[in-house]
Nanobody, 125 residues
Framework: VTLVESGGDRVQPGGSLRLSCTAS????????MGWFRQAPGKEREYVAA????????YYADSVKGRFTISRDNGKNTAYLQMNSLKPEDTATYFC???????????????????WGQGTQVTVSS
């Protein structure tokens, strides 16, 4: 399984970005997907997750109301639309594919067993 993120960039506070995560090597629609981020010097943290069919979305409190996770199973791609970006959103963003054989919350990194290489988002004036 290969996950490739794209869409990271440098943007001013208040701006928007859309990240994409394209999967190959798995039946994409069979797996929930998650987005995580890691800022310099900090641990990787949960951002958002979406169910296999896309009907349920889950968000960290820090991004609720600003970020939207979605997916297009026909394109094997998950998205993270980020609006009203803040400097504290600066991080490397990773997408992840769930491990069907691991119980736990979508907020738990251990729930996922395939990860992309990350895409950098910098929010700065």
């Amino acid at each position: 399984v290969t996950l490739v993120e794209s869409g990271g960039d440098r943007v001013q506070p208040g701006g928007s970005l859309r990240l994409s995560c394209t999967a190959s090597g798995s039946i994409f629609s069979n797996y929930a997907m998650g987005w995580f981020r890691q800022a310099p010097g900090k641990e990787r943290e949960y951002v958002a997750a979406i169910s296999r069919g896309g009907l349920q979305q889950y968000y960290a409190d820090s991004v609720k109301g600003r970020f939207t996770i979605s997916r297009d199973n026909g394109k094997n791609t998950a998205y993270l639309q980020m609006n009203s970006l803040k400097p504290e959103d600066t991080a490397t963003y990773f997408c992840a594919e769930e491990n069907l054989y691991t119980r736990g919350s979508y907020t738990d990194q251990n729930k996922y067993n395939h990860w992309g290489q990350g895409t950098q988002v910098t929010v700065s004036s």
